[in-house]
């Protein structure tokens, strides 16, 4: 089945530990991006890539990083969670020649305490 | 900013047509018009994308305006399974072949059985 995969799905974590969400896509997607979103302000971009090795902040990128070292796989680095950071984060990816629309992930719920 | 307007919400019976307004006065003549949901906490869900021309898919059908300044997405036959915050966006391809997302606050349609 085509899919956009992310782990974990729920995670709680403290200020300051490091912490990363996969996200892996089996179409051979170019184009891969992140996103959160948070009541009242709708989902964000944070960053994307288009493709390997190849990425660019979006609307929101302070206190993110990201990789694009293989094709099928765009993980979120926190390299230093804040309680800011605390939302439901969205990997999606597309296939830059298609002309279709996004396949999104299911969602990872991020709280930092 | 989301460069479209539409309904904060709106209800539709159960088995009946959903038509969704949208409005994108500004829209450029490479934009296309993209029609997501989401239901409840889940990704979001691509439906349909236009640029001139009604389009029909599985999902709905995408009614463009002659002078492309608004757009209604339609759902045929509504189900409870389409309750969901539909987001109406505006985006031009990039020159590799993907765009941008910028989601606005979107409509919350509520099917009513």
């Known amino acids: 089945e085509a899919q956009v995969t992310q782990n974990p799905r729920y995670l709680i974590t403290v200020t300051g530990k490091k912490l990363t969400v996969t996200c892996s896509q089996n179409?051979?997607?170019?184009?891969m991006s992140w996103y959160r979103q948070d009541p009242g302000l709708g989902l964000r971009q944070i960053y994307y890539?288009?493709?390997?090795?190849?990425?660019d902040k979006g609307d929101v990128p302070e206190g993110y990083k990201v990789s694009r070292k293989e094709k099928r796989n765009f993980p979120l680095i926190l390299e230093s969670p804040s309680p800011n950071q605390t939302s439901l984060y969205f990997c999606?990816?597309?296939?830059?020649?298609?002309?279709?629309?996004?396949?999104f992930g299911s969602g990872t719920r991020l709280t930092v305490v | 900013d989301a460069k479209t307007t539409q309904p904060p919400s709106m209800d539709c019976a159960e088995g009946r047509a959903a038509n969704l307004p949208c409005n994108h006065s500004t829209i450029s003549g490479n934009e296309y018009v993209y029609w997501y949901r989401q239901i409840h906490s889940q990704g979001p869900q691509y439906i349909i994308h236009g640029l001139k021309n009604n389009e029909t898919n599985e999902m709905a059908s995408l009614i463009i305006t002659e002078d492309r300044k608004s757009s209604t997405l339609i759902l045929p036959h509504a189900t409870l399974r389409d309750t969901a915050v539909y987001y109406c966006?505006?985006?031009?391809?990039?020159?590799?072949?993907?765009?941008?997302?910028?989601f606005g606050k979107g409509t919350k349609l509520s099917v009513i059985p």
């Open positions: 890539s288009m493709n390997v090795e190849v990425t």
């Open positions: 966006i505006v985006s031009v391809s990039s020159g590799a072949g993907s765009y941008q997302l910028t």
């Open positions: 999606a990816s597309r296939d830059s020649g298609t002309g279709h629309g996004y396949t």
């Open positions: 179409m051979n997607h170019e184009y």
